[in-house]
């Protein structure tokens, strides 16, 4: 018997260690996510570009997470402007055209800044809307080196938001991945009430993209993914299991458009449907075959600009005519 409780004191001093350790591990990948460093060089490739040592050194070791950086600059006539957000001095690039149809703000993804977005701005442009272009805080231009993957971004759509909005002329959002769950949350939990939206890729929720992450990384998400979501939340001042789009758009009754590439690593189809049967408003989607976690106009350019130049057209005239549409539809190529 003594022996046999002896056993059972190491099993559980094991099960406490082990324990201890993933949740270590953890807080260290999760500070590794959403604190940028200002150390020079190149972002770990996505998981599924990584060879099997290299994602096992990347388990070890966390990502190499340095902050995001403006590479490119608009070829078009822009003034850079900066506003206030509570998260910190936002840097923009706002690109008017002359007799605008209404203003068109862009938000970036995870690891990526307001130059990735040019060629979008610049179609915008073409389509006759003003743009700006935004890093949000943490990236670019921007002041600080927190990304949250969409929560404390919210605040800063919703900065960029009201600014546009003191200004004549219908507000639109353009936003991909991070950007658009943050576009979401701050319509759904900030107020933030723009024309319409045109989001691409959203994920479902925190702990969905984590868990995608680690299986793309071979790697069983559970219980390593709810950790990770944990100790980014506690890092970072907020209930990270709560950063779900698919709530959020059960609140939402902005026109939305909702773009989705079907060979998407990162955000499955399920979550997309989800999202999308979500929301209240009028809404569209279109999927495009083929294309993965990427900017839709590099496979599909042509099918992609007449989806959004027909879906801002139609809320830019009824905003001219102070009336909306309430049509719902689904589109599926």
Request: with cysteine; glycine share 8%; aromatic share 12%.
């Amino acid at each position: 018997m003594a022996a046999r409780r002896k056993w059972q004191r190491r099993l559980l001093l094991l099960a406490a260690v082990a324990f201890g350790a993933m949740n270590l591990v953890a807080a260290f990948h999760a500070w590794r996510f959403t604190h940028f460093t200002t150390e020079a060089g190149t972002h770990t490739d996505n998981p599924e570009q990584l060879t099997a040592t290299q994602k096992l050194w990347v388990l070890l070791t966390g990502i190499k997470n340095p902050k995001p950086v403006n590479h490119q600059r608009p070829s078009f006539p822009y003034r850079t402007i900066h506003l206030t957000s509570p998260n910190g001095q936002l840097e923009a690039w706002y690109g008017a055209v002359p007799h605008a149809q209404g203003t068109v703000a862009l938000f970036h993804g995870y690891t990526s800044s307001k130059g990735k977005l040019l060629t979008e701005a610049a179609t915008f442009r073409r389509l006759g809307y003003n743009v700006l272009l935004t890093d949000f805080a943490g990236n670019g231009g921007s002041t600080g080196n927190v990304c949250t993957v969409g929560h404390h971004e919210a605040a800063d759509v919703a900065a960029v938001t009201r600014w546009l909005q003191r200004r004549p002329g219908p507000v639109f959002i353009y936003a991909n991945s991070m950007g658009a769950v943050a576009t979401l949350r701050a319509e759904a939990e900030l107020g933030v009430r723009p024309t319409a939206n045109v989001l691409e890729c959203p994920y479902g929720s925190m702990l969905e993209t984590a868990q995608s992450r680690f299986r793309s990384m071979h790697v069983p998400p559970f219980p390593m993914a709810n950790l990770l979501v944990f100790w980014g939340g506690v890092e970072n001042n907020f209930w990270a299991f709560d950063l779900n789009a698919t709530d959020y758009a059960t609140r939402i009754s902005t026109p939305t458009l909702l773009l989705w590439g079907t060979a998407d690593p990162r955000v499955t189809r399920p979550e997309t449907d989800a999202i999308y049967t979500a929301l209240r408003g009028p809404k569209q989607r279109q999927d495009f075959p083929g294309s993965g976690h990427e900017p839709y106009w590099r496979k599909h350019k042509a099918q992609w600009e007449q989806t959004i130049q027909n879906f801002t057209n139609n809320y830019s005239q009824s905003a001219a005519y102070g009336s909306s549409t309430t049509n719902s539809t689904l589109v599926h190529n």
